[in-house]
Nanobody, 128 residues
Framework: QVKFVESGGGSVTSGGSLRLSCVAS????????MGWFRQAPGKDREAVAA???????SYADSVKGRFTISQGNAKNTIYLQMNSLKPEDTATYYC??????????????????????WGRGTQVTVSS
């Protein structure tokens, strides 16, 4: 059974920082590109950052220079360090894994159904 454990969400004021964690288990044995997406109320889900198994990363323009995605030592574990947070970063953040896409492709996805696996999300709220 595929399971994602996402943590690290919370409420901060503008300019603050948060670190999200995602551990995926039960995935079929293959390499996965993993990433973070977010969805604000009334808006479409959008890609934030993605990382390949070899460490290559891709970012949405809106978070470049502020967010950093990284891999953990354990398999299928990723983090998202979010600095200089803005109210417009407020959203539910979802961890995702895909067995065929690269990070460069995953970051362009606008159709969530194309991604293999999803976590349940963690809420991030940034107040001004």
């Amino acid at each position: 059974q595929v399971k994602f454990v996402e943590s690290g969400g919370g409420s901060v004021t503008s300019g603050g920082s948060l670190r999200l964690s995602c551990v995926a288990s039960g995935l079929p044995d293959r390499r996965y590109c993993m990433g973070w997406f977010r969805q604000a109320p009334g808006k479409d889900r959008e890609a934030v950052a993605a990382i390949d198994t070899d460490g290559r990363t891709s970012y949405a323009d809106s978070v470049k220079g502020r967010f950093t995605i990284s891999q953990g030592n354990a398999k299928n574990t990723i983090y998202l360090q979010m600095n200089s947070l803005k109210p417009e970063d407020t959203a539910t953040y979802y961890c995702a894994a895909d067995g065929t896409m690269s990070s460069a492709t995953l970051i362009t996805i606008v159709t969530p159904s194309l991604v293999d696996y999803w976590g349940r999300g963690t809420q991030v709220t940034v107040s001004s």
